[in-house]
Every structure is written in C-alpha cells, then in structure tokens.
C-alpha cells in the first residue's frame, strides 16, 4: 500500500500573508521531522500559486479545491485543471459535500471534473459521504456506493484517491465509531475492486469529518484507511503536523 496521505482542505480560508506563513511553518516543520506519510495542502485558488512556491521542494504537495470539467472557456469565474496544474498544484479535491449542497454538484459533473483533472495530470480526490438522515435510515453504504458509481470516472485508480467524508461529521466534531468507518472503508476498498480490479487496491481512501490530533492515531490505524482529509484542524500548522505524525508508518 502506498503511504498514508494526510490532506488538508483550507476551505474559503486564508489571506497572502497567514497563508504563507503557515505554509512556512509546514516547510520549516517537514525539513526537521519528516513525517511518516505524504501531505498535501489545498488552499483558495488565490494562494495555489504562492503556495505551490513556498513549498517547492519540501515534499509538501500543494493542491486545489475545486476544478472545471473543460480545459477552457466561456466559465466566468471558474479554473480549469490545466490552470491548476500551471500553478503548481498535483491534486485537486472534488465533490466535497459544500459543493455538492451549495452549488449543486451531481455526480456526473464530478465525473466530468476528475477525467479533465486526470488529464491535465492532476490526482482527483472524490469526496463521498452520506447525510445524518441517511446514516439513521440505515442507507449510508448504499448512498456512498452510489456516490462511486456516478462520480469515478474510467481510469480513475491510476492516480485518484477516494474521501469517504460523512456529511454530519464535517465541522461538528462528531466522528463515526471506528467500527463505522472500517465498515464503511471496507465497501469502498470492494467497490474500487470490482471496477479496477488489481488497481483498485492502491487507490488510498481518506477518512474525512473532525480529524484532530485526539482522535487521528486510532482513525489512521483502522483497516484500508489509507490517511485524513482535514479541515478545520489543517489551518494551524501544529494540529496538522500532529495529525500526520500519527500516520501509520
Ligand atoms: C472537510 O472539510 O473536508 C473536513 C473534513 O472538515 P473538518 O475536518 O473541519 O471536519
């Protein structure tokens, strides 16, 4: 298996100033004590290109948030993965659950947006998760197998990576029980099977929703959790760095 990767998603978070220096301090952070697994962090599309240069040669990865479908165009406002990739970034995350309920994302726009980001050669990171009302009605692996079957597109495990990020999770500081998300890893890592077959096997599958330094070693050690996308913990460097020292080594 490949190593963990622990990600960190900004959100609509961060300025030039607190940005970089934040960055600076994972830069400065990662030379001393390598941890034991990969990083990347997503920040604004305003900081991707600072960052990406900040942390240039650190092995911090830097990584978007959101992509377009098309190369270019007509999109007022939006940024294509070609753009993401000429600013330095590797990774984008795709269909996070704020994008799905604030803007309306299906899962074929998803789709769309992880082949064009393969093909600029970008790693598309597909969040999935269910809702509280479906986790009570008993329905969450059926939503989340759904969620995979609209939202990978063909060739997706040769680079992309799954989060499996309950909705209710997300902010809340409520987290699945850890027999929750093993179960709920194990049904992703035989659907990735069943479609890529041996491919599907290194496709890393993130947990996602109230990472924190309490809780990240006993989530990270749980079967076919292959690392963290975090939020609010990824905005102070400390947090972050305490949660990906407790990768799996
Ligand atoms: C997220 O936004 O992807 C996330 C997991 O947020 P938090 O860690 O703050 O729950």
Redesign the pocket.
Known sequence: MPRQLIAG?W?MNGLSVPGTRLAGALREAVATAPPPCDLLVCPPFTLVGRLAHVLLGSGVAVGGQDCHAEAAGAHTGDVSAPMLRDAGATAV?LG???RRAGHGETDGQVRAKAAAALAAGLAPII?VGETLAEREAGRQEAVVAAQLAGSLPDGFAVAGAV?Y?PVW?????KTPTEAEIAAMHAMIRRTLAARFGAAGAGVRILY?????PSNAKAILALPEVGG???????LVAEDFLAIAAAARA
């Open positions: 998603n959100k995350i996070h659950s704020e969040c989060a990020e999770a997300i902010g809340t500081g996602g929703g109230s990472v924190k963290a996308l975090v939020g609010g913990a990824s």
